[in-house]
């Protein structure tokens, strides 16, 4: 089944998890001002409790016991399940939150619409738009472009999920601390770090990377990567995709 399988995946991707994804506090802010005035706050998708608001009282519910084992002892109370059937009432929380999670599962129309059914107020969804153009990762991994186009909904399709909704680009700060995917687009030696890679689903779910890696390695050595993309280099933070979705 679809969705035992993507748990599974997530059971070996999130191995020391926590240690490599921790949330970024600028991204954090974002997300906080997303979900406005709401006290009661389900993350759906909820991993290892990164961007849990610490002021909220907050309900998590994720498919992986890996992830739900790295979650820290003053984490929100964890429920195992999935996005597309989420065990509670209509209208049971002030707001919803899903991180970087729906590409991830089974069903997407389905959970964003339960997400819908289960929240008063807000639903918030930290996405990547696909039809975003332009990230130098891409021209050494051409198939990333491809993956993100295939796992990641298009944006016209949150509205058509949720109703309407507003969409904002989140730049990612140049030092930024949670290391997702594009998160190190002006540090690009992190990309030759095994370590850094095995928390990137992206990573895990392509066969082989290797000869982009080693013209990577290559162009960093010759300084090629530094004259090709120099104008990344003065830029404190740079808009790679990142969105934030939310219900108006």
Known sequence: MLRDAMRASYDTIGVNYSDLRKPDPRIE???????????????????????????????????????????GVAAAPAIQ???????????SFDASMAILTVHHWADKAKGLK???????????VLTYDPSHRGFWLADYIPELVTLDEAQMPRMAAYGDWLGPVEISAVPIPHDCIDGFLYAYWRRPAAYLDPR??????????????????????????????????????????????YCLVTTT
Request: negative net charge; hydrophobic residues 40%.
């Open 196 to 241: 850094i890679r095995a928390a990137m689903s992206s990573f895990w779910t392509l066969d082989t990377v290797s000869e982009g890696l080693c013209r990577l390695a290559s162009d960093l050595d010759t300084g090629a990567w530094a004259q090709r993309y120099s104008e990344l280099l003065s830029l404190d933070e740079y808009d790679v995709g």
């Open 29 to 71: 802010a974002a997300i906080g001002r997303a979900l406005g005035s709401a006290k009661t706050v389900l993350n759906v998708g909820a991993g290892a409790g990164s961007y849990e608001p610490a002021d909220r009282r907050v309900t998590a519910i994720e498919p992986s016991a890996e992830m739900i084992r790295q979650r």
């Open 114 to 124: 339960e997400m819908r059914r289960v929240t008063r107020d807000r639903v918030v």
């Open 81 to 91: 399940g999935y996005a597309e059937d989420l065990p509670f009432d209509d209208n």
